[in-house]
């Protein structure tokens, strides 16, 4: 069935996803802190912060299946609470054992927050549209936080990023303490139908659930390391961070224009022409030695995976009765984008940062494969009716 959650429920679930998607804002700053304060390699980096997404994805395909059955509210202020406790805690440390520790539980207890939030959003009268107000939502957060945390950082060190990420999951518990959203599964609303959560995920959501994973797996192999080509391409640290901010207003542009669009444009276009866009803003970045370009691929980089995966979110939920598929919403991101940090460390250690955009290449196609196969079947719409 599908339910309204007002107000309160509206924020919490906002708060939710902009706490749980820290990761999509704060790569470049994470592994730049992590190479430039704690000193450890382009690999190294990388591996911390793909095993806070291992845990996410771990957390998330767990958790998805049980859904329906979980105190959701419970789960989610708890798993905030802990991710943030975990934050809190790495910037008390700097040994990479136990920071591995701590980024991987970090990962898991923020992924089953992440989790039921998704999972609740996606039974919303209009997911397309929730979703696309929750990335409006991570837009305002990011361009908060690219506004002020490399000032901070400056003035007083990198371990005062992790103070912040803790923070952010600390907000997060509160809020969904306070208002998460209950649900109803039992009756249906507005002639619905009730989910079925028994019903077998179609092979068209498969689909497109492999295709934004490979989609994340670009996002987070180029994103990690666009402050780091910046530094050694040596522009200035100031220069790189005007990009971020400005990262963070387009971000919000693409994200209100997702949820305007809706029934504008088609998703089958949207799902082709994102992968593409995905590749030639990568390899710009990656191989640039002019600032101007360096600069303009990166700024409009986050906003095609925020743009793009708001009609997959939209689409996979109409076609995924069962609501299993939008509950692991965490798992498609991070699933992908958990390979990404490590991968791309690995790739400019032995190859250069030209190797990230080769790479970006052979993602990128496999995952236009996969959107096209999503639109198989005739039956599928692409531009859905407004729900009201």
Known sequence: MSNRFGLKGNIALMVSHCAGMLDLVALPLWIGVLVATYQFDPQQAGGLVTLFLIGAVLASVTLAPKF??????????????????????????????????????????????????????????????????????LGVMGLLF???????????????????????????????????????????????????????????????????????????????????????????????????VALAVINIVAAALAGILETKISAKWVLIIGPVLQIIFANIMMNASSFPFYAVSAAFFVSLMLFTHTFVFGLLARLDTSGRAMAATPAMLMIGAAVGPILGGTLVKLVGYHGIGLATIVFGCISLYCFTRVFARQDIATKPKLAL
């Open 68 to 137: 329906k059955q979980l105190k959701r509210r419970a789960v989610a202020s708890l798993g905030f609470l802990l991710s943030g406790i975990c934050f809190l805690t790495a910037s008390q440390i700097s040994d990479f054992i136990p920071l591995a520790f701590l980024h991987f539980g970090a990962g898991v207890c923020a992924s089953a927050a992440l989790s039921m939030a998704h999972g609740t959003l996606a039974r919303s009268v209009n997911p397309h549209r929730l979703f696309a107000i929750a990335g409006f939502s």
């Open 146 to 244: 690219m506004g002020a945390t490399p000032n901070i950082i400056q003035a007083v060190g990198g371990t005062s990023l992790f103070l912040i990420f803790g923070a952010i999951m600390m907000v997060g518990s509160l809020a969904c303490a306070l208002a998460f959203p209950a649900l109803s599964f039992n009756e249906s609303t507005q002639g619905q139908q009730a989910p079925n959560a028994n019903a077998t995920i179609p092979k068209s959501v498969w689909y497109g659930i492999v295709g934004i994973s490979l989609m994340a797996v670009t996002q987070a192999m180029t994103f990690s390391f666009m402050e780091r080509v910046g530094n050694d391409r040596g522009f200035s640290a100031d220069s790189i961070t005007l990009v971020l």
